[in-house]
């Protein structure tokens, strides 16, 4: 199969980067249908795409993009609750919680609805390809298409070959990517893929140097951003992407390879608990609301 702007897309998951795979796609010529579990959430995400920090309003307004590219962009995105809808997508992107069982009994369910001949692509940070892929009958059509935070942004796509993945499939996975203006790189199956190992390895040690009393949290972020140039800090960014994520990668890295230096330190579980989920719905904060400290953004790139 080869990228053509003729595939019919789904997207599964309508929250932050559900929203953003779909507005990416519809925008770069895409026909796509978001799938949630129910409207009210569908209709959130359609208000982000909208109206968001990243929407189409703020693109208009500021001169990136022509009102009628933003309308183009809407037309071809449509809404849907009914799984079966999907039955004749080329493609599927999931992008839902990020939990294996969760994730395993979706592909499980869409593999007797969705045609044979479709790509499974899952946008989890970590969780491994061939795991994912056994719940499915499809393992030669079944890859790691893994977005950034925010997809309408974010140039890079971890494209992750999974054992039985058919080169047809890679080629087309990173035609698509390329299409949607985003630059492709592949990489092997196995826990974390690149980014989210190394992340992962970044963020636990920042926090244990946090918890050991080498440096406080802002100063860990400021040196982090005038060191080594990065736009964030572990702390900022961990609040970014959210602590009960964070968690739940750490717990998974760990549980798959036995390395302590994966393990999550007792700090972030204690903040998990208490309610402190990083910047997020229904969260009392992050790493600098749970410490009563002011983020520093004067070296912020």
Not at 62 to 89: F, P, Y
Not at 201 to 217: H, K, P, Q
Request: aromatic residues 10%; proline residues 3%; charged residues 25%.
């Amino acid at each position: 199969m080869k990228e053509s702007k003729n595939m019919k897309i789904g997207v599964i998951g309508s929250g932050i980067m559900g929203h953003g795979i779909a507005q990416t796609l519809a925008r770069y010529g895409y026909t796509v249908i978001m799938n949630d579990i129910s409207m009210e959430f569908l209709q959130n995400g359609m208000q982000m795409i909208k109206t968001g920090r990243f929407g189409l309003e703020r693109a208009v307004s500021s001169g990136k993009m022509k009102q009628e590219e933003a309308d183009h962009t809407l037309s071809r995105i449509s809404l849907t609750v009914n799984q079966e809808d999907l039955k004749d997508c080329d493609l599927i992107i999931e992008a839902i919680t990020e939990d294996e069982k969760v994730k395993g009994a979706l592909f499980k369910k869409l593999d007797g609805i969705v045609k044979k001949t479709a790509i499974f692509a899952s946008n989890t940070s970590g969780i491994m390809i061939s795991s994912l892929s056994s719940y499915t009958t499809r393992g030669k059509n079944f890859i790691g298409m893994h977005w950034f935070n925010p997809p309408q942004v974010m140039k890079l796509v971890e494209v992750v070959r999974g054992p039985e993945t058919d080169e047809g499939v890679i080629n087309t996975i990173v035609g698509i990517s390329e299409s949607a203006g985003k630059v492709p790189i592949i990489v092997n199956d196995g826990p974390g893929f690149f980014t989210t190992r190394f992340l992962n390895s970044w963020l636990m040690e920042s926090y244990r140097m946090f918890e050991t009393g080498v440096a406080g949290i802002s100063e860990i972020d400021r040196m982090s951003k005038l060191a080594f140039g990065f736009p964030m800090g572990p702390f900022e960014l961990s609040d970014f992407i959210g602590l009960d994520t964070m968690l739940h990668v750490a717990e998974y890295m760990y549980d798959e390879t036995k390395r302590s230096d994966y393990a999550p330190p007792t700090l972030l579980k204690k903040l998990v608990l208490s309610g402190y989920l990083g910047n997020k719905k229904g969260s009392k904060g992050g790493w600098y609301q749970y410490y009563g400290i002011k983020l520093d953004q004067s070296d912020r790139k």
